[in-house]
């Protein structure tokens, strides 16, 4: 029902773009909402958020855990200080050479226009903000002790993701790993079932079965308890 709704919703707000005036709509909307500086502001902290928040070092090792390659030291670069100083200065030359939308040459849009046109681009780019004064203010403890646990990233990595992280760790410091010693420590121990379990098993198993079972692995032969 939800998507429904909101797949409705979306038809509605839609049609009168389809409507002899739309196109004004449209560019008015694509100027403010979809590009142009909301754009810029939300790229410009999702830059930031990785680089300095997560940490570009982190990032790089989530990136060589999916791909098995490591990134060079180009995007490394890259993703902690040219994409931050590039999206801020774009984000300052635009708002430094701000200029009203035009539709066409010779249309000028009114000042309510304007205004809502402004009111659009706050509507994605206020979040930012009124989020991290939200948090500063609810969590427990104070004012400056919340900005330094809200600079901190707080992700909880899985077992694998952990295991998989130190091994890359100790063979980039030059730990090899005894793979000898992995493997003897990865086989099951052997399988310990009572007596009555055995007769069970003799009975309604069949000879193939039984013979099947004998010819495993010897770590997997069953010892009957005392």
């Known amino acids: 029902l939800f998507t429904i709704g909101l797949c409705f919703m979306l038809f509605l707000l839609g049609i009168p773009m389809c409507t002899e005036g739309g196109i004004y709509i449209f560019q008015l909307m694509d100027f403010y909402s979809c590009s ?12 930031i958020a990785i680089g300095w928040f997560f940490g570009t ?3 790089c090792d ?16 890259c ?15 635009f708002i430094y050479s701000f200029k009203p939308v ?8 009114p000042q309510w226009a304007e205004i809502l046109g402004i009111f659009l681009s706050l509507c994605s780019m206020i979040w930012v903000p009124v989020y991290a004064i939200y948090y500063i ?6 004012i400056r002790e919340n900005i330094r646990t809200g600079l901190q990233p707080n992700i909880a990595l899985r077992k694998e993701a952990k295991i998989a992280s130190k091994l890359q760790q100790n063979l980039r410091e030059g730990f090899t790993p005894n793979i000898k010693r992995m493997q003897t420590l990865g ?3 052997p399988i310990h079932i009572s007596e009555s379990g055995v007769q069970l098993l003799n ?6 079965e039984m013979g099947a079972m004998t010819s495993r692995d010897p770590s997997f032969n069953i010892q009957e308890e005392p």
């Open 137 to 142: 203010l609810t969590q427990p403890g104070s």
């Open 79 to 93: 993703w902690k200080y040219f994409a931050p100083a590039v999206m801020g200065g774009v984000f300052c030359f």
């Open 187 to 189: 086989k099951p121990g």
């Open 36 to 47: 142009g500086m909301a754009l810029i502001w939300v790229c410009f902290f999702q830059t």
């Open 102 to 109: 035009k539709y066409g040459k010779d249309y000028d849009y």
């Open 62 to 77: 989530c990136v060589e855990q999916m791909t098995g390659r490591r990134p060079s030291l180009f995007w490394f670069l």
């Open 57 to 59: 070092e982190r990032f």
């Open 203 to 208: 009975r309604e198993n069949s000879e193939y």
